[in-house]
């Protein structure tokens, strides 16, 4: 069985189809990559699966569970991830709390306990904090473990969200453009370390334009193009797929 | 992580003691009482505004549930003056939760409307119940026991409100930096990231705005039984108002920021009599320079100051 499963899933907005009956399965263990043109609904699906959405019409299972209309949080505690294309940093706090709050789900989140500062509290959140470094230093950002969130640049806070991510020990993530507007240098770091992260045994689903990455990462790549599915396959089987050509290229009228 | 943060408490706590002696006359002690009830409304106010990023324009309806619980109840039916203080705590409480499910739903201009509205109806309401409330012309209030012993004087009440401030700064730098705390922060920061890591943003909102109605009611109480007399302006749309601009004057998600907001706000109005008729005008202008030079407020913007250099 699939770690997750989608069957023909819609959203519209109003008269606007962003995603029309896509179906695709996504095995446990691999990179599975989205790709498509601007507008495509790469982000949509991403918003749709994370629960930030919920869909018009179809079906979203996970291990077999339906899970379409269930909360954000609902999805989280059931090892969902996922970082944003447009950055979803909290600025009013340092780069190390942010990615302490990805652990949220594995603390004792008791209003009272935290009143009193009762020990046992307080030494969880001592472990916490070293394991949050420990996680900075993994997606590069070691130099960063005692700074302001809104001291750091662009490319830096890129990585913060997939520490943050991370910090849920998800058994699934969803990475929506970790190389956007990042220079050659960071996107081949970018490019390791999503390599890295599938590597520990996470299921890694990834929206990027950067096809050098994703023929690079990916073990399947599914296109979109127009809210539909144009092709899904392995790296090569897209590549040689005339209608993903089209629909990057262009056709001869 | 930062224990510097706890210093300022220490310094509080020498502050309290050594105040009571330093202080002229009774004039500036009650002053000092004055200050340090509204000092915790607004800490409690400041933990919903500046830490979890939402808005209550209608808190004074909370100070007013449970100063007219600590003022109906003993008087009218004879209860002891903490079982009712506990019963309008309560009573705040459950009405900050059954409104908040809907009210938190709101976002920006349309929350603070909610939260208003919400504050006029209960100041109406303690208007209108005249037969209990002596409506309009308020009503006194009953002295506090505790345990037999009466808490009359200046000194008497300095002390309890001293311990209580302590302890509401206490509670609330703990909280802050705690799981619960970083979740009430990143939602304000980012409501979407913070869902998608599992905060279950609605909940808490909720329990941010119980906690805060509960501890403006508590207060509230004590107020009405230190000034021995209340009165529906107390519960009034500008007591809020004020509650909230020593929120910001002090500054946001800075739990100091609220006692030096509640201190310098609650002496302003004092130390501009002089200026007879003319004070409101000299309070209004000191806000707005307050608020062009200083928009984070005080406390976080000299801290800013004083530790550039510090951060990365």
Not at chain 1, 123 to 129: G, P, T
Not at chain 1, 133 to 140: D, P, Q, S, T
């Amino acid at each position: 069985m699939s770690l997750l499963e989608v069957k023909d899933l819609s959203i519209h907005f109003g008269g606007v189809k962003a995603v029309q009956n896509v179906s695709f399965s996504i095995d446990s263990g691999i990179v599975y990559s989205v790709i498509g043109p601007n507008g495509a609904g790469k982000t949509t699906l991403f918003n749709l699966i994370t629960g930030v959405y919920t869909p018009t019409s179809g079906e979203i299972r996970l291990d077999g569970e339906i899970i379409q209309g269930k909360s954000p949080d609902e999805l989280a505690r059931r090892g969902m991830a996922r970082t944003f294309q447009n950055l979803q940093i909290c600025m009013n706090m340092s780069a190390i709390e942010n990615v302490m709050v990805g652990a949220h789900l594995r603390l004792d989140r008791n209003l009272f306990k935290a009143m009193l500062r009762l020990p046992a509290l307080k030494r969880r959140d001592e472990a916490l904090r070293e394991e949050a470094a420990g996680l900075m230093e993994f997606v590069g950002l070691g130099e960063y473990v005692g700074a302001r969130a809104d001291a750091m640049s662009y490319g830096a806070l890129k990585r913060l969200e997939i520490a943050r991510a991370l910090a849920m020990k998800p058994r699934l993530i969803f990475l929506d453009e970790p190389a956007a507007g990042l220079n050659p240098k960071e996107t081949q770091e970018v490019d390791h370390l999503v390599r890295k992260v599938a590597d520990s045994g996470i299921t890694v689903v990834l929206v990027e334009h950067d096809m050098k990455m994703v023929m690079n990462l990916s073990d399947r790549i599914l296109v979109l193009d127009y809210g539909r599915r144009l092709a899904e396959g392995t790296g090569q089987e897209v590549r040689a797929n005339p209608d993903v050509i089209a629909a990057y290229l262009g056709t001869h009228a | 992580m930062n224990k510097r943060i706890y210093y300022g408490l220490y310094g509080l706590i020498v502050i309290l003691l050594v105040l009571p002696f330093v202080v002229p006359n009774n004039f500036y002690l009650d002053l000092a009482v004055r200050m340090a009830i509204n000092a915790i409304i607004v800490i409690g106010l400041n933990l919903l505004i500046g830490f979890a990023g939402q808005i209550s324009l209608g808190h004074a309806g909370f100070l007013g549930i449970g100063a007219y619980a600590s003022a109906v109840l003993p008087m009218h039916f004879g209860w002891h003056p903490v079982t009712a203080m506990l019963t309008g705590a309560l009573a705040s409480a459950l009405l900050a939760a059954l409104v908040a499910k809907p009210i938190f739903k709101l976002k920006g201009h349309y929350l603070a409307m909610a939260t208003l509205g919400l504050g006029i109806i209960i100041n109406i309401a303690l208007r209108n119940e005249a037969q209990w409330t002596g409506g309009p012309d308020g009503m006194p209030v009953m002295p506090m026991a505790l345990f037999g012993f009466e808490i009359g004087s200046d000194r008497q009440w300095y002390w309890v409100v001293a311990a209580l401030l302590v302890l509401t700064v206490w509670g609330s730098l703990n909280l802050i930096d705690s799981p619960f705390g970083r979740a009430l922060r990143a939602l304000h920061g980012s409501e979407v990231a913070s869902q998608v890591v599992g905060v279950n943003v609605a909940r808490y909102k909720v329990s941010i705005f119980v906690l805060s109605a509960f501890s403006a009611s508590i207060m509230g109480s004590i107020s009405a039984h230190y000034i021995g007399f209340i009165s529906p302006n107390f519960a009034d749309f500008f007591h809020s108002i004020e509650l909230v601009t020593m929120v910001v004057i002090g500054g946001m998600a800075s739990v100091y920021g609220s006692i030096v907001g509640a201190v310098l706000l609650t002496a302003l109005p004092q130390a501009l009599a002089t200026f007879e008729g003319w004070e409101t005008v000299a309070f209004g202008a000191i806000l707005m320079l307050c608020m062009i030079f200083m928009p984070r407020g005080l406390v976080p913007t000299l801290a800013a100051r004083f530790s550039k250099g510090d951060d990365k």
